[in-house]
């Protein structure tokens, strides 16, 4: 079946501009995690969503970064007058249960700062 | 705060030697511990698991070891070959939804 999807696959942008990062989850998968991943660097937990609810959004890393779900679906994770620091991949992943379950991860998206 | 170490950094190995990568943890509640293996350019995948009611786990030439009372685990590749060239990721989970991963591992097999 169709695995995690996310869109674009690279994004180049100019500092200050907005930039809308997508991901399509597996169908049926409750929860949705966003990670970022700076070059050679582990993954950086971001935000979590059961649902359309993010109980814990500690992970972002600043007032500009905002995400959302809909449809128990589709997410959408939002960078608002990027920096060169967020420059790195974005990561999705689901799972069909929350917790101590495999997550499926995406191909993330490669996000450039210039 | 909760926080997963992971030794060491970089790793080579000669084809056909053992591999052993270790991760510590800090949360005594964490009871889910997954391997992840990220192929250069690739999304991680997951390759093994293992949880806090077990031992040890071994699925073919790969196994993972738990000892809650020190609070580390490790990942055993054994006859390692070129395509187990990548990065290792652990990570610990407490049962709901955060996942603390480590700083990864880039292992090397030189054939």
């Known amino acids: 079946g169709a695995g995690v999807s996310q869109s674009p696959s690279n994004k180049v942008t100019e500092k200050g501009k907005d930039v809308e990062l997508r991901c399509d989850p597996i169908?049926?998968?409750?929860?949705l995690y966003w990670y970022r991943q700076s070059l050679g660097q582990g993954l950086e937990f971001l935000i979590y969503f059961q649902g359309n609810s993010a109980p814990d959004k500690s992970g972002l890393p600043s007032d500009r970064f905002s995400a959302e779900r809909t449809g128990g679906s589709v997410s959408t994770l939002t960078i608002q007058r990027t920096q060169q620091e967020d420059s790195a991949v974005y990561l999705c992943?689901?799972?069909?249960?929350?917790?101590?379950?495999?997550?499926?991860f995406g191909p993330g998206t490669r996000l450039t700062v210039t | 705060g909760e926080n997963v170490e992971q030794h060491p950094s970089t790793l080579s190995v000669q084809e056909g030697d053992s591999a052993v990568i270790k991760c510590t943890y800090s949360d005594s509640a964490s009871n889910y511990f997954p391997w992840y293996k990220q192929e250069l350019g690739k999304r991680p995948q997951l390759i093994i698991d293992i949880r806090s009611n077990v031992g040890e786990k071994k699925d073919q030439r790969i196994a993972v070891t738990l000892n809650k009372t020190a609070k580390h685990f490790s990942l055993h590749i054994t006859e390692t070959q070129p395509e187990d060239s990548a990065v290792y990721f652990c990570a610990a989970s407490w049962g709901t939804y955060k996942y603390i991963f480590g700083t990864g591992t880039r292992l090397k097999v030189l054939a």
């Open positions: 169908s049926g998968h409750t929860a």
């Open positions: 992943a689901s799972s069909d249960r929350q917790g101590m379950n495999e997550q499926y």
